[in-house]
């Protein structure tokens, strides 16, 4: 059986795949873990080990739950005042 990816590893896969496809796409939890373990393979990755990236993501604030007519995982806007 082959080694499992660490969560924090599949936290960063997370991370790279929002920010690369920020504007595009926004990413549901299940699609975030669906891709995952397309990427790293069934063997090494979980829907558990997502579920603790995905909340390793939004606590460290890398990333944050949006709503708009369902829940997305998006990377945190600047908004425009903060930057005056």
Not at 12 to 17: N, R, T, V
Not at 38 to 45: K, S, V, Y
Not at 74 to 79: G, K, Q, S
């Given at each position: 059986?082959?080694?499992?990816?660490?969560?924090?590893?599949?936290?960063?896969?997370?991370?790279?795949?929002?920010?690369?496809?920020?504007?595009i796409?926004?990413?549901?939890?299940?699609?975030?873990?669906?891709?995952?373990?397309?990427?790293?393979?069934?063997?090494?990755?979980?829907?558990?080990?997502?579920?603790?990236?995905?909340?390793e993501?939004?606590?460290?604030?890398?990333?944050?739950?949006?709503?708009?007519?369902?829940?997305?995982?998006?990377?945190?806007?600047?908004?425009?005042?903060?930057?005056?």
């Open positions: 059986m082959a080694e499992k990816v660490s969560v924090s590893e599949v936290a960063d896969a997370m991370y790279k795949m929002i920010k690369d496809t920020m504007g796409k926004k990413w549901k939890a299940t699609d975030l873990q669906k891709a995952s373990i397309e990427l790293f393979g069934a063997d090494r990755c979980d829907k558990q080990i997502c579920k603790d990236a995905i909340k993501l939004i606590n460290s604030g890398r990333a944050v739950y949006t709503y708009f007519g369902g829940s997305y995982i998006e990377i945190p806007h600047d908004e425009g005042a903060k930057n005056i």
